[in-house]
């Protein structure tokens, strides 16, 4: 069996400080009403979890940061005791920094510890110990005075271990790693053996996700003090394993005195969005969606988010696409209300009888899709301020033509799907394929500036910019990489928009229930999923 097959987990596990041999996870908790918990859903850029270590330190609630440091390789070795009781033989990879220093204490933890069977340690230093200077000098230096002793690269045997630590490079690294270090990770990456990782996988961007040339492939990555930014989405997803997280005991207050980056999204309370209905309520009272696209050849596009709309509680369905589509639909879909469009006139009793819209799922970049979406437009522009508000859905090809023809909306009622492709053209940047420097966080901020509404940039750790924060779903698996998905993502979000739910819950409901119904497929097999086995995952969902 291969160990080093990446886990998309959908819940962290945190540690509580109290007992910090119990652990309990993000989607179990009970204290809803209760403030206690609320740091655990943020996510924090480098520089302000160097501010809660700098804190700790200054308001006396450790004593110095070398005390943090023996606190996280207590947490480490408490991890390895639960979830690898019977192993013998550990491996440690230090690199410099405090990183390494974390490895050193717990291997002098492990050492010492008085336990059956016994840990043999080996203890891999990729940087000359000479050179390791402060916290990092003195855990290297204690190690030694134990009995320890430091090897090299020519000693180690990866495949005689039973566990690699990685704490090789914390969360500061800013260039790509070359020599030495990238060949040590390709090692460690190369072997079946299973890899917990210090903090955060070497190789990866802190603040972005993103990977610096090359990044250790975790199983399980155990992080301290704060939640990283860049820990839920990009390449971290396929390279962080299962997140597993512990304070180290900083004091709650100090949490409100440095500024999160991002919020990680819960079902737990994320779900309670979602409309509840009367028992007397009939199909008008739960929304009428229009969705509007299916060029010809693409008629399935809107099929899809249809009926991703009407699984996801949309009252009624329209659809306004090419006559060609209509019986094609309606022959599979009945409960659907298709409408035969050629021209853009022909919108305008459909548009005044939607509470939501939705508009680009197979509409094509041609003179058809560019009169349809300008009607769209025009129509929300002119509603008279005494009209209830009617709010939108734009994606996929409506995407595309914005691009292509400068088209910026500003409408604070629309919720805008691109995936990074399409952020990109937005954007006019040069490339549409994510590299190792892309930072997700700053084209998403660049977007709302932008275009104003409410976005969403899809992919593996998707985002929403909220109002105040971005918020990131940790749900989602690449099984999802697959035809459809993003035309059932925006029927979804057009049905919870129909029913009334606002613009930032519609964003936060929609994209987790999505990815949630993702994960429920995937327990069938990840490997030729298709959309439409997320409809009975997304009703299941909702009557859960």
Same mark, same amino acid.
């Given at each position: 069996m291969n160990y080093k097959q990446s886990s998309y987990s959908t819940s962290s596990s945190i540690s509580t400080d109290e007992s910090p041999r119990a652990e309990c996870h993000l989607h179990h908790h009970q204290q809803k009403s209760n403030d206690r918990f609320n740091y655990i859903h943020y996510c924090y850029s480098v520089e302000s979890v160097r501010n809660l270590d700098y804190l700790m330190v200054q308001e006396g609630l450790v004593e110095n940061s070398y005390q943090l440091m023996s606190r996280a390789a207590d947490r480490l070795l408490d991890f390895i005791n639960r979830n690898y009781p019977r192993i013998e033989h550990i491996t440690i990879f230090c690199g410099s920094g405090n990183n390494a220093g974390d490895g050193y204490v717990l291997a002098k933890l492990a050492r010492e510890q008085e336990k059956e069977p016994r840990l043999s340690v080996q203890l891999i230093a990729i940087a000359d110990p000479d050179t390791l200077s402060g916290d990092a000098r003195q855990a290297c230096q204690e190690w030694l005075d134990c009995g320890g002793s430091i090897d090299s690269m020519d000693n180690i045997h990866v495949q005689t271990t039973e566990l690699i630590i990685d704490a090789l490079i914390g969360t500061g690294l800013n260039r790509s790693l070359e020599n030495e270090w990238y060949e040590t990770i390709a090692t460690i990456n190369n072997s079946s053996t299973p890899v917990l990782s210090v903090d955060i996988p070497s190789g990866l961007d802190a603040n972005t996700g993103s990977v610096h040339g090359i990044a250790v492939k975790a199983n399980d990555t155990v992080t301290f003090i704060a939640q990283k930014l860049g820990m839920y989405t990009a390449q971290a997803r396929h390279y962080c394993g299962k997140i597993h997280f512990s304070t180290l005991g900083v004091?709650?207050?100090?949490?409100?005195?440095?500024?999160?980056?991002?919020?990680?999204?819960?079902?737990?309370?994320?779900?309670?969005?979602?409309?509840?209905?009367?028992?007397?309520?009939?199909?008008?009272?739960?929304?009428?969606?229009?969705?509007? #696209? #299916?060029?010809?050849?693409?008629?399935?596009?809107?099929?899809?988010? #249809?009926?991703?709309? +009407?699984?996801?509680?949309?009252?009624?369905?329209?659809?306004?696409?090419?006559?060609?589509?209509?019986?094609?639909?309606?022959?599979?879909?009945?409960? +659907?209300?298709?409408? #035969?469009?050629?021209?853009?006139?022909?919108?305008?009793? +459909?548009l005044k009888k939607a509470s939501a819209i939705a508009i680009g799922p197979g509409l094509g970049t041609g003179q058809w899709g560019i009169a349809l979406l300008d009607k769209v437009t025009q129509y929300l522009k002119h509603l008279p301020d005494s009209a209830p508000k009617v709010y939108c859905v734009i994606d996929a090809d409506a995407l595309n033509i914005m691009a292509r023809h400068n088209v910026v909306i500003q409408n604070p009622d629309i919720i805008y799907t691109p995936h990074f492709a399409e952020a990109s053209r937005l954007l006019k940047h040069t490339s549409e394929s994510p590299s190792e420097d892309t930072d997700r966080f700053a084209i998403i901020r660049n977007l709302k500036e932008k275009y104003h509404g409410t976005f969403i940039l899809k992919g593996a750790g998707t985002l929403i910019h909220l109002q105040n924060t971005i918020a990131i779903c940790p749900y989602g698996n690449e099984g999802m990489a697959s035809a459809g998905m993003g035309d059932c993502l925006t029927g979804i979000l057009g049905a919870l928009l129909a029913q009334k739910l606002t613009v930032s819950d519609a964003a936060q409901v929609g994209v987790c229930l999505h990815a949630k119904a993702g994960d429920l497929a995937a327990m069938e097999g990840k490997n030729g999923m298709i959309v439409s086995d997320l409809f009975p995952k997304i009703r299941q969902i909702l009557n859960d």
């Open positions: 004091d709650e207050s100090l949490y409100s005195k440095v500024e999160h980056s991002a919020v990680l999204m819960e079902w737990a309370d994320i779900g309670d969005k979602l409309p509840c209905r009367s028992p007397v309520s009939q199909k008008r009272d739960h929304g009428h969606l229009l969705i509007i #696209g #299916g060029d010809y050849g693409m008629g399935g596009a809107c099929r899809i988010a #249809g009926e991703a709309a +009407l699984r996801s509680g949309a009252g009624l369905v329209s659809i306004a696409t090419r006559r060609e589509n209509v019986s094609a639909i309606t022959s599979t879909r009945p409960e +659907l209300m298709v409408h #035969g469009i050629e021209h853009a006139d022909e919108l305008e009793p +459909l």
